[in-house]
């Protein structure tokens, strides 16, 4: 690809970035414009400005402008000349902000809306003017330069669109959502000029005729019958004789109404009128069955009067001729399949570049489209993202197929290595309805692409075969019931083994999510059931415990090991196929988020065994697990060692990459808004990238370029960004991860009250359409992007950080009340309840002394009866007569007369049937008035209770006395009764009621579930446990689904206690070491310790001892061990490194003291024995390490235990523990006389202390161990074992160059020509020089050195004042005279070794030869791009020469310019290579494997240091050093520094 990055870019994300953007805003008249130099496009995305620099063939990111706090609603630039580089955006924060594009940064900023602001211009004549319109009907016009604004209130409408004239200075078209459009002057005149009144619905756009004028043109003669002679005359009556608009000048507008209308200034009105027509839709990807919201948006092309573009009904665009009579004649843009957006238009504009006319339109389909005006092509299309990028994958076998997974319910699938077109994207949408947060390619069938989405759903799409264009993907039947977190192909597992090899696929498909299940799913048949691994997991390592949750899942490349990551932090490694448990990593304690396996394809195949992994602790963690698989144990291990240790985060970690290029790179994404590039072997972060505006959720290295990184990110981008253009080398610390902090809370805030839609929301109903388009509706996307969502997809939806806040009250062990479940959902009246159902509540009203009040009369049950008998007499008489005519027939039989029919109230004196309607009609009255309870009453005295209790029932009005009462009814009628009011009190939300009255009818298991479902888990095991038998598995389902809940909240201890209900000790101790901290691992040891799990318990003793030595308290961690027999030698190593603290504080008493005093043990110690000799002393007194098979025993639990070798980044007491560890096996050995052992241990010692990098430390451990040399040692060892032998020299080696050292930095005076000068404090870190710095480097991983030649010789002539006054401090030695210097030099004979001087060349020349092929494949695979990027055939040429010129001129020339050396290296091929490489291996195979092992201090170094020392070295020393060098310091980084003394 061309240039990477347009020219300003430099304070943007733009060093060499191609990104994916966030979609442009929707329904919004204009929030996309190019800049008239052709140069920049922009467009709104949510908060932001994309810029894209169009200035090439292809578009290119160039930045974004970032400021707002919410969703922009316009944005243009300025179009006055010399201006092309300013332009204005206005959001709905209330602002408008002015910016430089060129190099994105704010120029100003000014609210003068009190309304959100819908419409935006920047005045093509007045160059600082900017007009603004709001949903009230406000017009701001705002002059920056003077800062002075005026307001307009021509209409009291919504406005939708605003133009400033392009002939006119003062002249605004103002476009409204009811379809009115208004031109005002807003020159001191601030009139009215036209209301031009014609659409029906909102006016969409508005766009003037780029050429002044209303020469009419011959088409438009149909519609302008005869206009009245006074030109100045308007229909509306208006007198308009301003000169400025005699010449007057067309205004185009688009409208909802489906037409566009061509408007005369002169004569305010319609001259034309364009009907949108139907076209037949090419290649849309939409239902047809959605009607979509339409959306008609004009532009008017500079300098062409007579020809319009606007856009269509779907997403087509149209070329309208306004010259044409008859019918209108329209021509559609994009004459081939697929040109076409899919969905409507919003914006348009354009722009002159050299000899051709762009087109530039954003769509709902959320590409970005160019077109040529003059062919009416689409010249390139940008695709852009509508949501979170969930995840990033690159296809196994299409290289380069980049699979994106967008919150916007779509996967992108982007071919980065197309040729003719850099952005080449495909979409797929079909059958997905939800955020899609996961992606795995199938390993070996090209364009298998499965996928996970937040509703739980897993499928698989094929992206390859050419009908896939419109073809749904294949949907497993079973489905997670929370978000997909990680999907990974993997060998089949039981079931799917049992069959024949033909009948099963090679590889199946395995997914988790937020439940915490795995499922394996046959490819083959994803309408089968899928099935839960845990089954398998169970059955093959019979577990009775509780499986944890499983939050990420990860298959070893080569399909032998299974990698489940969980949610209490803790990692499991499976044997395929049937998933025997090998070991556990302890590390996290957090929720994982990823797990990677490193590739297989490297030199090192034992790299393949690097698992890395990260979690909601911002540390990565990377192990080692050769040897979990080639451990012969029956029984799963337990890790609790990292191998590596990356710190540097400060927030989660979502995904991790290795690099398929190198051996040992990772990157990982963090929600500290960075990606951070690691050299795992060195624990050194490489480089961190900066360019998202957000949280990273996704990451993945470039299969093809390894200098490139792709990542994904919540603000709605892919970035693909260059390691080698980074500036920072580390994540963020402090002042700066506050800074990217507030950068990312500038994402829009939540608003509380959805009052007002932002303009052009539409109505909810087509937003929903939107939804089932495969696009997020308007209102998800406003939602997501004001973070309502953004939780969602990531793996902390289950883990609320509840314990890790301050701000808790409650504490965890509180008495029970403290979060008492049943009082959450509970109206008040329950308090006042007693087991007894019957009681009613009690009455609302209080009593009240007041009189009157006590006087007032019951309400009467018959009340239309007593007022009928309160009538006048007449009528009262009447009744008389008619009762006693109605009884005369009564009594002969005849049927009752009609008169009684209207005086029911006379039922009361004649027969049943009277009274009964006489009661019906009193009742009804009671239910119309609302007394329920005296309408039950009546019905009670009819006797119809059954009829009571089912109306009561149905109207949701039984109480307790109607329950109470059912019995008369009989039993089934009141057990019915019962159930209808339990019904009606878990309506009420009185589940505790209800639960009670469940009981009373006998339904212990229906009052039980009721509680539990919801959440009444206290009062449901109460129940429980009083009502059945103690083995009832209900009992133990309660007590674990409490506990989970529980543990979600984070109150552990609670879910500890119900663990121990269920009687499952093991969950029980695993939730109370879930928080991590000292006093949480203590509780859950000593819960271990009882409940029998030994092992576990002395796990997390080990854990908590850790951590209480981190704050030095020594005392606090022996406690913790002593209680464990398999700590004995723990606790061993402990004691000894409390002792080894104790000799260096002494030693170096530090002025600094730090926040915590260390807590150490008041022992006797024997000051004058030697240190090991006192060690063991406290071990026999303190400790009772009385018998050797207690020390046997310590020494064998210590020999088992590996820890992995130190670097200059492991933490300094981490180091000291190792190193204590070491040592404690040497005094061992010791005390058994096993010397050859001790030997080993403590050259062990001294080389950890040397590797980590701190020399210091390095010359303590000596001085303390060794205070005499190593001669005593030697004498001790079997002369026969040449291990052990080969061990001691390699000891005295280190004692030597201690000593010499000392010698060199301490020595009395300074040797002529050695000036004095103060290194670079960065290039020495831990008190060491640089020269240090750099063996070892070279040391532990040979030929990596840090320096070059020069540098090297500067740092050997430049004795340190630094370091000076620090050694002579630190190392506790006296200034040492010249013949006592001499006779220690001697001692330093055994440094000059030939044997190891060859042994080390060799060594260093197979580095430099593997570090030349390395970075010979480097800039082949970066030439192989060139050539790919660069379409153009001259360069290609050019490239091709250069690249044979430079095939290896590169990694010389750098250091050429550094050492300013004069010859320069010939380029070697790679025939001359691979002999150098056999030659150097075949000479080193020669060498014993004991030196090869064993570290050896650098020879040629020492002899550089001793001639250094000048006449402190005895001469036949400095003879032997100058010999050494003279035949083996042909290495390049020797070469200037020996240059000297050879001369």
């Not at 001259?271 to 239902?287: E, F, I, N, W």
């Not at 997809?793 to 029970?816: A, F, I």
């Amino acid at each position: 690809m061309a240039a990477e990055t347009g020219t300003g870019a430099g304070t943007g994300t733009g060093m060499g970035v191609r990104a994916l953007p966030a979609s442009p805003n929707w329904y919004s008249s204009r929030c996309s414009d190019a800049s008239s130099d052709g140069h920049l496009f922009g467009f709104a995305a949510r908060h932001r400005v994309c810029l894209l620099d169009i200035g090439a063939a292809a578009p290119t990111f160039y930045g974004e402008l970032i400021g707002h706090t919410d969703r922009i609603s316009g944005f243009a630039f300025c179009h006055c000349p010399g201006q092309s580089g300013l332009c204005a955006s206005s959001s709905d924060d209330g602002s408008v902000k002015i910016w430089d594009a060129a190099s994105l940064s704010p120029v100003l900023e000014y609210s003068r809306h009190q309304n959100p602001i819908s419409a935006l211009h920047w005045s093509p004549l007045v160059k600082d003017l900017v007009v603004s319109g709001d949903e009230k009907g406000v017009i701001v016009c705002y002059w920056y330069n003077r800062s002075d604004s005026q307001q307009f209130f021509p209409e009291p409408r919504t406005v939708f669109c605003l133009t400033c004239s392009p002939h006119h200075e003062n002249l605004v078209a103002i476009g409204y959502k009811d379809g009115m459009v208004v031109v005002i002057d807003i020159s001191r005149k601030r009139e009215v000029l036209h209301r031009l009144r014609g659409h029906e619905d909102e006016i969409h756009c508005l766009a003037w005729c780029p050429v002044p004028g209303e020469e009419r043109l011959p088409a438009w003669q149909d519609e302008v019958q005869a206009v009245p002679s006074e030109e100045g005359r308007v229909p509306n009556g208006e007198l308009t004789q301003d000169t400025t608009t005699k010449k007057g000048c067309y205004l185009a507008s688009g409208s909802k109404d489906q037409t566009i209308r061509i408007w005369s200034c002169t004569r305010g009105r319609s001259v034309l009128t364009l009907k949108l027509p139907h076209t037949k839709r090419r290649g849309g990807a939409v239902d047809p069955a959605v009607k979509e919201r339409i959306w008609l948006t004009v532009h008017w092309p500079p300098g062409r009067a007579t020809e319009i573009v606007s856009s269509g009904f779907g997403g087509e665009l149209l070329l309208w001729n306004l010259t044409q009579s008859g019918k209108r004649k329209w021509t559609l843009l994009g004459s081939s399949e697929g040109q076409n957006h899919s969905r409507i238009v919003f914006n348009l504009s354009s722009v002159k570049q050299q000899d051709k006319e762009l087109l530039f339109s954003i769509s709902m389909d959320r590409d970005v489209k160019c077109w040529d005006l003059s062919t009416l092509d689409c010249s390139w299309t940008m695709p852009s993202l509508g949501g979170f990028v969930y995840s990033l994958a690159f296809s196994p076998v299409d290289t380069g197929c980049l699979a994106i997974g967008v919150g916007d319910s779509m996967i992108r699938v982007w071919n980065t290595l197309s040729m003719n077109n850099i952005y080449n994207v495909k979409t797929f949408w079909q059958s997905i309805k939800s955020k899609v947060t996961a992606l795995s390619w199938h390993p070996t069938k090209e364009g298998s692409l499965a996928f996970g989405t937040d509703d739980g759903k897993v499928g698989i799409f094929d992206t390859f075969s050419s009908s896939a264009k419109n073809k749904p993907p294949q949907i497993s039947s079973t489905y997670h019931k929370k978000t997909v977190y990680a999907l990974a192909w993997g060998p089949p597992t039981p079931p799917l083994t049992s069959g024949e090899e033909s009948e099963q696929p090679s590889v199946t498909l395995y997914s988790c999510a937020g439940e915490g299940i795995v499922f394996q799913h046959n490819p083959w048949n994803l309408n089968g059931e899928a099935n839960d691994i845990n089954k398998v997991i169970r059955d093959t390592n019979s577990i009775k415990h509780k499986l944890p949750a499983r939050t990420e899942i990860s298959w070893k490349p080569d399909g032998k090991l299974l990698a489940l990551g969980n949610e209490d932090g803790s990692i499991e490694i499976f044997q395929a196929p049937n998933l025997k448990l090998l070991c556990t990593i302890q590390q996290h304690h957090k929720l994982i988020n990823a797990i990677r396996w490193h590739h297989e394809h490297g030199n090192q195949p034992e790299l393949s065994y690097l698992i890395a992994s990260g979690s909601i602790n911002a540390t990565i963690y990377v192990h080692n697990l050769k040897s979990v698989v080639e451990s012969t144990s029956e029984s799963p291990l337990t890790i609790t060692e990292p191998f590596r240790t990356l710190a540097g985060h400060t927030a989660k970690i979502t995904s991790l990459s290795w690099s398929p290029h190198h051996e040992g790179r990772l990157v990982s994404a963090c929600y500290d808004g960075t990606a951070q590039v690691w050299d795992v072997m060195k624990e050194e972060p490489l480089c961190n990238y900066r360019g998202h505006q957000g949280r990273l959720l996704s990451v993945q290295w470039s299969p093809v370029d390894s200098d490139c990184v792709y990542t994904g990110a919540d603000d709605f981008s892919v970035h693909k960004w260059h390691i080698s253009k980074q500036e920072h080398t580390r994540p963020p610390q402090g002042k700066k991860s506050i800074e990217l902090e507030k950068k990312r809370s500038m994402q829009p805030k939540v608003k509380a009250k959805k009052k007002k839609k932002p303009i052009g929301q539409s109505s909810g109903k087509q937003d929903v359409n939107d939804a089932m388009n495969g696009d997020e509706s308007m209102k998800e996307t406003l939602l997501e992007e004001n973070g309502v969502l953004d939780h969602e997809g990531e793996k902390e939806v289950q883990e609320t950080e509840l314990p890790d806040k301050v701000s808790v009250t409650v504490s965890e062990d509180t008495s029970s009340s403290a979060y008492d479940y049943s009082s959450f959902n509970l109206p008040k009246p329950f308090v006042t309840q007693k087991a007894a159902p019957v009681k009613k509540d009690p009455p609302q009203e209080k009593p009240t002394p007041d009189a009157s009040l006590k006087k007032k009369k019951p309400r009467s049950i018959l009340p239309f009866s007593t007022f009928m008998d309160h009538r006048s007499k007449d009528e009262l008489h009447q009744d008389c007569l008619r009762l006693a005519t109605c009884l005369k027939t009564k009594d002969n039989n005849e049927d009752v007369s009609p008169d009684l029919k209207d005086c029911i109230h006379l039922g009361l004196f004649t027969d049943r049937d009277s009274l009964h309607k006489m009661i019906d009609v009193e009742g009804k009255h009671h239910l119309e008035n609302g007394h329920p309870e005296l309408f039950q009453q009546l019905m009670l005295w009819k006797g119809d209770m059954k009829g009571v209790l089912q109306a009561a029932a149905e109207r949701g009005e039984l109480t307790d006395q109607l329950v109470a009462m059912s019995p008369m009814v009989g039993y089934q009628a009141w057990v019915w009764t019962v159930e209808a009011f339990a019904k009606q009190l878990c309506f009420q939300e009185q589940y505790v009621k209800a639960a009670s009255h469940l009981l009373s009818i006998h339904k212990v298991y229906e009052a039980i579930e009721l509680l539990k479902v919801n959440n009444f888990y206290r009062e449901a095991i109460v129940i429980a446990k009083a009502r059945l038998r103690p083995e009832d598995p209900i009992l133990r389902d309660l007590y674990t689904s409490w506990a989970a809940l529980l543990e979600k909240a984070g109150h552990y201890s609670m879910a500890a206690r119900c663990y121990l209900g269920a009687s499952s000790p093991y969950d029980a101790v695993k939730v109370l070491s879930r928080k991590g901290d000292v006093t949480s691992l203590k509780t859950a040891a000593e819960l271990a310790l009882i409940t029998g799990e030994e092992e576990l318990s002395a796990t997390l003793s080990l854990r908590c001892a850790q951590d209480l030595l981190l704050s030095s308290n020594w005392v606090g961690a022996q406690e913790v061990l002593q209680q464990h027999k398999t700590l004995f030698g723990q606790r061993l190593v402990f004691c000894l490194n409390e002792l080894l603290c104790r000799c260096l504080s002494e030693r170096n008493p530090c002025e600094q003291k730090s926040p915590v005093p260390p807590c150490y043990h008041s022992w006797e110690l024997n000051r004058e024995a030697s240190f090991f000799d006192m060690v063991i002393e406290v071990w026999q007194n303190v400790l009772g390490m009385d018998t050797t098979e207690r020390a046997t025993c310590a020494w064998e639990q210590l020999h088992q235990i590996e820890h992995p070798p130190s670097t200059s980044n492991t933490p300094p007491k981490q180091v000291l523990f190792r190193i204590s560890h070491d040592l404690a096996l040497a005094a061992l050995s010791c005390q058994s006389g096993t010397w050859d052992e001790a030997v080993k241990s403590i050259l062990g010692a001294v080389t950890r202390s040397f590797d980590a990098g701190n020399f210091t430390l390095m010359q303590e451990i000596c001085s303390i161990i060794l205070p005499e040399g190593c001669d005593d040692l030697r004498h001790k060892l079997d002369n026969t074992n040449s291990q052990s032998m080969d061990a001691c020299r390699s000891l005295e080696g280190f004692v030597a160059y201690r000593l010499l050292y000392d010698l060199w930095w301490n020595s009395p005076k300074d040797p002529p020509g050695l000036q004095k000068a103060v290194l670079d404090p960065v290039l020495c870190p831990s008190e060491q020089t640089t020269l240090e710095k750099s063996y070892l480097s070279g040391d532990s991983s040979p030929g990596e050195t840090d320096q070059t030649p020069a540098e090297m010789d500067e740092n050997l002539c430049n004795t340190t004042e630094v370091q000076k006054c620090e050694t002579q401090s630190d190392s506790g030695t006296n200034l040492v005279d010249l013949v006592d210097g001499q006779s220690k030099l001697k001692g330093c004979k055994v440094l000059l070794s030939e044997e190891m001087a060859v042994l080390q060349n060799t060594q260093r020349d197979i580095a430099e030869v593997q570090e030349t092929l390395a970075e010979m494949i480097r800039q082949h695979q970066q030439q192989r791009n060139n050539l790919q990027e660069n379409t153009n055939g001259n360069t290609q040429e050019s490239n091709l020469e250069q690249s044979s010129e430079t095939e290896l001129d590169k990694p010389c020339s750098d250091s050429n310019q550094m050492n300013g050396k004069d010859e320069i290296k010939q380029p070697i091929t790679l025939p001359e290579l691979t002999k150098q490489l056999l030659n150097a291996k075949q000479k080193l195979a020669e060498f014993p494997d004991n030196l090869k092992v064993l570290p050896f201090p650098d020879v040629l170094e020492c002899c550089l240091v001793l001639l250094h020392l000048g006449s402190q070295c005895p001469p036949e020393l400095q003879e032997q050093a100058l010999d050494l060098l003279r035949k083996h310091s042909s290495a390049n980084i020797y070469k200037k520094a020996v240059r000297r003394f050879l001369t």
